[in-house]
């Protein structure tokens, strides 16, 4: 009786085992199926931060061309208006000093003749206009 109770507690242990195996071989396997999942969502994750960073990358690019542009853009705008100023105070110390050469030649003269004689040393010179 000893013997046949020890054969059906080994045969009980040979199916505990047997099934822990197999409940072991199911747990590795759900456990690489999840390593797969995860190395896949994180290559995924990966992939799209890099597209991310090269969007950005691109903007920033983008951003600073425009910067460029607009800053030799407002350069030449400067120039430009710099040289009108530089034109435009050649033209008034012109003028001043015709009025005053005019005024002192001729300090009888009228204001309209003034304006004439000021409008044909400026018609003589039209690089100054």
Request: charge should be negative; charged fraction near 30%.
């Given at each position: 009786?000893?013997?046949?109770?020890?054969?059906?507690?080994?045969?009980?242990?040979?199916?505990?085992?047997?099934?822990?195996?197999?409940?072991?071989?199911?747990?590795?396997?759900?456990?690489?199926?999840?390593?797969e999942q995860n190395h896949l969502q994180h290559k995924q994750e990966i992939e799209q931060l890099k597209k991310t960073q090269e969007q950005s990358q691109?903007?920033?690019?983008?951003?600073?061309?425009?910067?460029?542009?607009?800053?030799?853009?407002?350069?030449?705008?400067?120039?430009?208006?710099?040289?009108?100023?530089?034109?435009?105070?050649?033209?008034?110390?012109?003028?001043?000093?015709?009025?005053?050469?005019?005024?002192?030649?001729?300090?009888?003269?009228?204001?309209?003749?003034?304006?004439?004689?000021?409008?044909?040393?400026?018609?003589?010179?039209?690089?100054?206009?």
């Amino acid at each position: 009786q000893n013997q046949l109770q020890h054969e059906e507690e080994i045969e009980q242990l040979k199916k505990t085992q047997e099934q822990n195996q197999l409940q072991h071989e199911g747990e590795i396997e759900q456990l690489k199926k999840t390593q797969e999942q995860n190395h896949l969502q994180h290559k995924q994750e990966i992939e799209q931060l890099k597209k991310t960073q090269e969007q950005s990358q691109l903007q920033h690019e983008e951003e600073i061309e425009q910067l460029k542009k607009t800053q030799e853009q407002n350069q030449l705008q400067h120039e430009q208006e710099i040289e009108q100023l530089k034109k435009t105070q050649y033209q008034n110390q012109l003028q001043a000093a015709t009025r005053a050469a005019t005024n002192v030649l001729n300090p009888k003269r009228t204001n309209v003749e003034i304006l004439r004689t000021n409008t044909n040393v400026l018609n003589f010179f039209p690089s100054c206009t």
